[in-house]
Each structure stands twice: as C-alpha cells, then as structure tokens.
C-alpha cells in the first residue's frame, strides 16, 4: 500500500495536523468529545451542525446501524448561539464550524457568531432528512452560491459540503465555487429508508434518513471524481470511508484530504488507527497521488 | 439482510410496580451484562433508552410523552428493540448495590443473580420503593426513604455510615444524578471510590456512540458506548450532579 | 417473518408465476438462460435490455464484486433485432423484453420488433453509464413522458424503470404514470465509481458504472416508498434484494412485486430459496402487506 | 474495503513460449484448481480471461488488441487480477489430457503437478508447440500437427486411435471449438463420455455469473461459473463446435 509522509497540512485554508478530518454531526456537540477525537490523532474536526435557533431533533428512532452502513435522521439537533461559548476551550485548535440555516441570511446571522472561533466554515447544504434545511437548499445552485458569498463575507475558509440527491453534483460544485467557496466537501448522507417488517413502518422515526458508511463510498468516490474534473477548487472527500486503503482512493479520486463519520462505529479509535497504517516516515507526499487516477 | 434495525417484540406481561412505575415484559429474551441498556422503540413517539431489568423487561418510570406512551402499552402490543449497548457492570466477590428510585432497574438483576449483595433502595416515599420484595428472597435489603415512610428517614446515602465498606469488593450505583454525586462524595471520604461503578443516564439518540449527544465532561466519553457504567474515580471531576446537555446540546442543571 | 400465500399473480399487466421477477441485464442475454432462471423459481423474466442497434459493450472491467455489492458499467451489449429470434422459445412465457433507444421513435422502433413475442416492455430509462442512453434519458421527465406514450402504442403493459441518479425520483414517475405507463420499476443502479489504488485508476473500463445489491438496498426502499406516495399505478422493487425479509419489506414500501439481480452472485438459486422461504400454504395475501407501511 | 476488485500484480518475468504465445509471470501467487481461470485487466485496454498456467502466471496467445497488448507489456509493468473464478477439473488416478493450442494452458498444471498423465500436445504445426518439454521430464507426450512438422500428422483426436482409453479415470480436454467437438465424438463412440471433461471458453465480461454473456445453449449455464469446465455428457447436445455467441450476444460460428 502507498503510505504518507506525515505532513503539516493545510486543507483549503484550515492548518491541519493529517488528512483526516471528522465529519459534521458525529461526536461534534460537545467541546469535549470534539477534543478528545483530536487527541485521538484526528487532524481537524467538524462540529455538529449549528443553526439560527436550537433545534431537539427528530423523533427516534434516529440511527440505525446496518450491515455495511448507518442510516440516520437526527434532524439537525443543537444549541444554536450557546455552542459559541462551548467552544471556548479550542480557540487554538483545528475546528471548523459547520453551520446551516434557512437562508443566505441565516448562514450568515449564524456564522457570525463564531467569526472570531472558527478556523473555518462547513456549510451544510445537504442534509437530506431536515425540511426547509439542507438538502432542500443544496439541490438548488442559485441558493448555494449565495450562501456561500454570506458567509465568504466573514473572510474566513468556507468549505460547502455537498448532497449526493442531486442529478448532477458538479453543478452544485460549480456554483459553490462561484459563490467562493475554498473548498468542496462530498459527499453529505444518501437518502434512504429501511422499514421494520415486524413493526410495518419505516424505522426511523422522521420516516426519511441518510445513509452512511461503506455502503456509500462507491457512490462517494464517485462524486469526487465528477467534482475535480468540472472544479478548481480543493475538494475534501466523504463517505464510507473506514481505512487507509479508502483514504488513499479517495485522494486518487481527487480528494486533498478526508472527513470520516459512520466508520466510528465500529472502531472508535478510528483516527489514530488510520493514521498508523496511512502514513510512514519514508512516505510519500500526498500532492503526489491526489487526482491521480484521473487518466 | 440482518443488521441493527429494531427487533420487534410483542409484549407479554404489564406489571406495576409503583404508582410511577411499570415493568414490561416481552416475547424474547436479550442476553446483557447488567448494567446494559437497550433502545426501546415506542412506536409512533420516541425511541429511549432503558436498562433491561430482566433478560426480557424494562421496568419504566413515567416522566414524559415516550414513558406514558410505553407504559400504557397492554399484552400483545408491540414495542422495538435495538442493543443490548454500552459496557455493563464488572461484578466479583461481594457487592454493595445502591440504588435510588428507578435506577434499581439496571442493579435488579445484580440482586437476583450474583450471591452475596448488600442492595440499598432508595426512593421519595415508601409507595415508590420498587422490587422490595423479589429482592428481600435473595439479599440483604436496606431501605431509606426521603420521607421516613419506610426504613431510614433521609436519603439512601445515608445508609451508608452503617456499613463497614471494606467488607464489599465491588460498589455499584445507579439513581437521580445528585444521589449519584452525593454517593460518590461518601465513597470518595471513605477512600473506597477506586471500587464504585455507576450508571449515568445521559440524552440519547444513537445509542452507538456516533451522535456524541451523550457526551459527558471533561473528558468527551459516550456515556452510551464508553459507559454508561464508569469507575468512581473517573467521575469524580466530571460534570456529574453539576449539569448535563439536553436534546439540543443546552447545558441544563 | 411474514409469508405470502402462492397465488397467481398479475403484476401490471403480466401474468407472473409468483411475486420475484428477475432483473434486466442479469442472466438476460439468450433464451436458455432466461428459461433456466424461470425454471428455477423466477415468476416472470425481465431480458437484457435491446437497442435499436447491436452494441459489444464497454472495455473491461465491466463488473467488479464489491463486499456489500456489485459496480457493472456492461455499456448495454445486446444483439438488437436478432433477439426477436432468440425469444423464439419463450412466446408463451412470462416474459418482459427491456428496451433502450435514444428517443421516442428508437423506443417505438425496438418495440415494434417484439411486440408479437413480449408479455410486456420494459422501458430502460436509467442505464447510468451509457452516453446517450439510458439515465441521459430518464432524468427528463418530458423525454419519458414521450417515450412511454411511443411504446404504449403497441398496445402492451409498459413498465418503466427508473434511475435513482435524480434530485426528485417522484417527478419522473408521474411523468411515466401520465405517458400511459402500466407500472415503475425502481430502482436502477447508483452511479458510482471505485478506484484500484494498486493501478491508480478507475477500476471500471468506462471509470463510471452503476452499484446495485446490498449497498443499495435502503435506496430503493426510499426510492419506492416515494413514489408510492405521488403516483398510482403499480410499483415493481429493485435494488439489492437478497432474501424473503427483503422482498417483504419492498412490498411494504409499496411494490406490488420485486425484481432481483445481483443476489444470483452469491446465490444461482436465489429465486428457489427465496421463494421457498417466501410462501407458504398459510400465507396471506400481497395485497395485505403493499404499502402498509405508509402509516 | 478488501472486496472483489482486480488484485495489481507486478510482471516479474516474460516468456516466449511459441511464435504467438507468451507466459507473463507476475509476483503473486493465486491458489487454483487446474482449469479456474483468472480474469486478466490489460490495464487501458480491457479485461480478459485467462487460464493460471502456473500459480503466478499466465500463457496468451496473442489474438486481437488486448492479448496483443498483454504480450508486449514488460516486467516491472502492472495488471490487474480478478479471481481466480469457475469450478476447474476434477482430477483422479491415470488422467489422459488432450490440449490443442493455447489450450494447452489450463492443462498444464495438470501435466506438472499429478503422477500419471498422458499428454495429448496438438498445434497446427511444430513451432507453435507449447510447453512440450516443460511437460516431457513429467509425463508422457504425444505430439500431432496439422501439417505433419512434428509427431502424427493430422489434428490431435487423430492420436486417439492408438490410446487405450480403458486404462484412464479421468480425460480432459481443452482447445479450439472444432478441435473439442471432434475429441468429444471419439469418446462418444469409444463410450467413454462419463469419464471426460472439457474446459470451455465463450465471450465473458463478468466472471461471476451475473451478466450473462458467457451462456451456453440449451441449458443456459454460466461457462464462467458453471464451469468453465463441463463433463462431455453435458456438452453433447450442446452448442459446442456449432455457434457461439460474441460480445453483442450475436450468434457467429
Ligand atoms: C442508559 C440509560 C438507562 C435508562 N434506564 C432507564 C430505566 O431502566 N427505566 C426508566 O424509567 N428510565 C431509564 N432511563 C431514563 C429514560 O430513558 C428517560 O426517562 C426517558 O427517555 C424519558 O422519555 P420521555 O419521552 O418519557 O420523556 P421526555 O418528556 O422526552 O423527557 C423527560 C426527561 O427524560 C430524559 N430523556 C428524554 N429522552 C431521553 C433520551 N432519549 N435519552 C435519555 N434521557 C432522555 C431527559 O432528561 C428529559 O428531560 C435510562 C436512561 C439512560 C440514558
Ligand atoms: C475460461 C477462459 C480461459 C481462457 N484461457 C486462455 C488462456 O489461457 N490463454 C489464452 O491465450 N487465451 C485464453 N482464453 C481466450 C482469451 O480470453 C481471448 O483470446 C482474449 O479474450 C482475446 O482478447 P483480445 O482483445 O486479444 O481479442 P479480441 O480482438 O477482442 O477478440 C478475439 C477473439 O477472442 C475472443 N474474446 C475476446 N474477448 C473475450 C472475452 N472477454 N472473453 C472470452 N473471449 C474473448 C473472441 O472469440 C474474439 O473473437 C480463455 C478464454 C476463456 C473464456
Ligand atoms: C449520526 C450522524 C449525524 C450527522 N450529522 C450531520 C450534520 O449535522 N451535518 C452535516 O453536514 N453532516 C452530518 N452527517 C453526515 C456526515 O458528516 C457525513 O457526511 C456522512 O455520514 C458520510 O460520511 P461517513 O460515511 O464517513 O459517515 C451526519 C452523519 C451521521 C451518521
Ligand atoms: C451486470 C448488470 C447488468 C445490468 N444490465 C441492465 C440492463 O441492461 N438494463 C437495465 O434496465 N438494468 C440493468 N441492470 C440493473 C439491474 O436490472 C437492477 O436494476 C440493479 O442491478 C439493481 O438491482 P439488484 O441490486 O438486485 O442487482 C444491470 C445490473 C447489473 C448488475
Ligand atoms: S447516544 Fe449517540 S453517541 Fe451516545
Ligand atoms: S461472464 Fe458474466 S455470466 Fe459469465
């Protein structure tokens, strides 16, 4: 297997200690769970989605863990303003805010807020399962273009993570980078839905979830690869992705670094297993293999 | 396919065991350490986690929209189930059980199934006190009642300056969040904290340490995944009895 | 688990031995193949979808077994109107011949050769890796409209499969529904792609292809349950079905009946055991179970 | 993810073996029954089958754009491996194999690695033998050639004439259409179908059983998992040495 020089990074403006980045949502609402991923050897992390007002989420069932995959519907839970102060404690640390709202107003009312803490924005324009949020406005270029000038207006990165619901993604990708977006993250969760037979209804209590996990990293690997060939931008690869061997393909793919959310649960200690097997003092420099498999 | 979707179980039995509390038994059993939970799919209303009080019961204390719904449920109604989760209890030698109101729920089977348990119920008034009589056929039952309606008068911390602690190898506690901390701060005095276990409750959506919605300070643990039975001494400078995060991740006393 | 009685039954128009239809492009290339799935406890065949010319295919790889799934980028090889002769043995057989054009006349063109010998069509509208067929027709949803209305003239059940590779699956079934269609099919496969990191390439000969099996399964589910909701003719599901639990849970999301394809990898006798596990003498009926989970 | 994708190997060593056929050996080893077959990615060019001369090689014959590619490559270059795939031979006591050509290749373990062979070596003329001596410090080999340059003149079910079948357990076969077609109506007449199997090639493109391009009439097996090999009971009514059908699924002879 190709292994990795262990490399200062910096990841579309976000100085990181690796490639590897913990998704949006996962282990995120708490400055002490964000931190302790860090120490695990995660090189930056993306905190749970943030919005204009605090939300409690969707009705359970919220996640149901599956054979090769997660499939969720949490419903875009958390504290609105009050993560503010929860984050005091990582000032200096690699935390990129991910924020979503209504509209372009609201991206920007929200990232305000976090101006002076976050080395950078994700905005979530993608969650496929939270009605008037996500998903319903990442599928529309218009609208993701003027979310992401908002909050470019805080002159800080933006990374603008990506819906895979969408016919053609590069349009999406296309029209985030207009808005000047420093980076693409793909993929957001795939929508989807298991039914208990036992019970004759969906599972999820929102009825409509996301998938995640390795189910889904073909169709991430995918996205990637459509989004380099049509935008200049860095992208940041996500999705099912559970080893170094995945991260490897997913830069091949065109990805400068990577996000990993579902693969926690099965190894909680993921980041820092990744790391082991990734990267090796004769390793080679990641430049050398991103986008390389674009022949 | 097979995987973690809830399995669906028919309800069997309804039992009450106190005015506010209910045990509901089901069609299958689940084989847990004590101490671990299961998710419970209150269909068409929530899903909440429970420790299992029987290999095939929860025993549910009514307090909001999900625990009315479940314990109004009748026989042959049916309910989802997703776990066992979480690590459960280290158990060896003699025990000392402290339990505080429904918290007995996760320790019953403790009670029932190990041989030499010293089981410390705790409730608000003797009416609450719950499994009173199953445990007294298998252990030394001590009862303390915020009101003085049965056993001491106090809470069932309280309970403890009677008991000689260097007697017990393993001390496992579960109830109200300030009963825990009241507990841990008397262990902590009688410098036996290196053998508590307690069982925290915190808000739980995944069930699989992934949401990070049970989360507790300083340290970032999944109460659901890393717990939620932690040793004593690594709750000791934790945000136990201080506060805890509710659905949205709001810092609540 | 829940079982079905055998019943004979009529899935939109075709007279099928039993609820499990086999796949397009699986297995669907000659008449003896085709006769040895019936044989094998298939209740009605889809074939190997025919265009208005013959085509060999893509360069290989054209199909790589992943853990959890299949990615097949085949590029729709078909003998064209020399399949009117291969069917030749199986006239009086459940039969569906699945057709490609790229537009309505092609479509009306291929299904004039066959409208002797088919119990029903097909409609291949979502291949997601061929240039100019397939998905680059289904995600319009004027094009489907006239392709159904171009094949209903002959006067034969038309089914319609769709491509899941949309922002909105449901638009796309009514456009089928309102241009005469008998029934959907859905789904076709995820576009995707995997990368050998070994060889620094995609592992496809046409890099993109399409995933199906396992993987895919919590798609489809949503796919059908979606357009269950917006549409009222019948739904066939499709998409990483691999035992009876499967088959019973499509049909709660709202299918009438299945198609299954990649499972035959892992199991050349799926349709025997599933239906073995399937029915029973005290089954209920389908129709007890279609859509209960729209609740 | 460890899945199904082409394993890269490295060509370690190329050998001429005749005018048009070459063995690639590469740097890894793939553990097969003698007649599995590999499928063999001439990266940018396309994904062909391949029989597994030896574990870590295979023998091309050099036919149109991908062999012609894979016998140019040069060691140190890569290819992907897929497999190995199909049933293989099943192999018992005194083995007769009777190879034509290239087919040659799938038998060749066979010669080497089992104690009591005859081998039949067929080719349509002296210079395009392959593996002759190879096989010669193991088994017993006859030669023929189309044009008489080497062994018995004539096509190699002619060296059939002078061969006591009674003495072999099993017969296994592998070359051209006509070539199988002609040995399998001698051991029809010299009645000893039951003992014979042949390895098959039709036009394949997944290797797993799923796309359908490699099936046979009239009873629509799959050659790639079916087979490749099949007993000669089976193939009798079958379509070999009438049709076959290519890439479209178009039927050629
Ligand atoms: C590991 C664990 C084991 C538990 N075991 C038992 C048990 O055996 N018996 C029992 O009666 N109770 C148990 N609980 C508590 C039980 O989960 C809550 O009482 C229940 O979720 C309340 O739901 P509700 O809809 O009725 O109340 P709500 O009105 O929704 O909430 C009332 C309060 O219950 C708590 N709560 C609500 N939802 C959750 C949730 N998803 N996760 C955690 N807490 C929540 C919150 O503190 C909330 O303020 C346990 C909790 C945990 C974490
Ligand atoms: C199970 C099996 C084992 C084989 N083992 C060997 C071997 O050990 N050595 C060897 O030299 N050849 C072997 N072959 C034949 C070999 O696969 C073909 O010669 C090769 O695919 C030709 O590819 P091409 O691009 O060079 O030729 P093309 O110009 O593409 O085609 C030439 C002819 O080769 C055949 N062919 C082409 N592609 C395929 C394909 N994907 N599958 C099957 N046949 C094809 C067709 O008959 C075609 O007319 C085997 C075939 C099978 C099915
Ligand atoms: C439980 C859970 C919660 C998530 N919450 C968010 C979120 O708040 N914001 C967001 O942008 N993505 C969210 N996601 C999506 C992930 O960040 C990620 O895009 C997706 O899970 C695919 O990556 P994975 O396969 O590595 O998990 C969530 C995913 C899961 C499983
Ligand atoms: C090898 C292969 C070839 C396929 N060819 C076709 C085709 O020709 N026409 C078509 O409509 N669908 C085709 N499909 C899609 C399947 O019919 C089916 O929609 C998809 O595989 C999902 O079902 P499954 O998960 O059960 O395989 C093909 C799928 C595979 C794996
Ligand atoms: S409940 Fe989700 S991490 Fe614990
Ligand atoms: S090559 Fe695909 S079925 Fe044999």
Redesign the pocket.
Known sequence: MIRLSRESVHLAGVPARNHLVL????LGTCASSLSRVLHQGAGAVVT??IGPEPRYGHAGPC?VVLEDG?M?A?G?PNPSRDFVEELSTLVNEPVIV?IFGGNPEEFHEVAGWFAEKAQAF?L?V??PHAAGFGAQIGTNPDVVKACTEAVKEWKKPVWV?LTPNVTDITVIGKAAEEGGADAIVA???VRAMRISTGLRRPVLGNKFG?L??KA?FPIAVRCVYELYEACSIPIIG????SCAEDVIEMMMAGAEGV?????VVQDPEIFRHIGEELYAPDGISAREIVGCAHV | MSDGLPVPVTITRVVQESPGVTTIFFDQNFSSNPGQFVMVWVVGTDEIPMALSYPNAVTVQRVGEATSALVTMKPGEKIGIRGPFGNGFTIRGKILAIAGGVGTAPLLRIGLEYPDVTFLLGARTASELIFYSVLSSTCDVRIATDDGSAGYHGYVAGLLDEIDLDEYENIVVCGPDPMMRSVLSVLENRDVLEKSQFSMHRYMK?GVG??GSCCIDPNGLCVCKDGPVFSGEMLLRSELGKYHRNAAGLKEK
Do not use: H, P, R
């Open positions: 998704a949006a949502g996962v749970k989605s996640v997660v969720n949490m875009l991910s994700e979530n993608s969650c993570k993929i957001n969760t996301g995640s996990g889904v996500c999705g099912g992705i996000e990993i959310g579902s693969a | 995944c992934l949401c």
